[in-house]
């Protein structure tokens, strides 16, 4: 059903552009206001062309099917990206075995470390007494 009003949308779409450049604009009769002619500008002109009836008609169409094709896209409810492969980051790492914790994932672009000076001897201090209550 989607695919068929797809088509009736497309369909429309061409025939309502048609029908609207077939069309003589209200602007053809502007130099009639600077050459002294008694017709109006932009008032009535009479009874409805055809083109103009079927210009509304075709517009009801149109809109129609686009609140259809709208209404049923929202339905759907589908994103393109679920089937898109989920980034490396946001994957799950294997287990590790039990007792041993799990390393954290290494960084290919990180540096590599740089080699540590040599630690001075640790001295250590007395423990200061304790005093109990």
């Known amino acids: 059903m989607h695919i068929f009003i797809t088509i009736i949308h497309v369909a429309v779409c061409i025939v309502l552009i048609l029908v609207v450049l077939l069309q003589a604009g209200k602007g053809a009769n ?20 055809f083109l103009g009836k079927m210009t509304t008609i075709v517009a009801i169409v149109f809109m129609l099917t686009s609140f259809s094709l ?3 896209a929202s339905r759907k ?9 989920q980034p490396a980051a946001q994957q799950s790492s294997p ?3 039990a007792g ?3 390393a954290p994932p290494a960084s ?3 540096p590599a470390p740089a080699p540590a ?17």
Do not use: C, D, N, R
């Open 95 to 97: 287990a590790a075995p």
């Open 108 to 110: 290919p672009a990180a």
């Open 100 to 102: 041993q914790p799990a």
């Open 30 to 49: 502007m130099g009639a206001v600077f050459g002294g002619s008694s017709q109006t500008i932009f008032g009535s002109s009479g009874p409805g062309t």
């Open 70 to 72: 709208s209404y049923t």
């Open 117 to 133: 000076a040599p630690a001075a001897p640790a001295q250590s201090a007395p423990a200061a007494p304790q005093t109990g209550k």
């Open 77 to 85: 409810g589908s994103s393109l990206m679920e089937g898109a492969a």
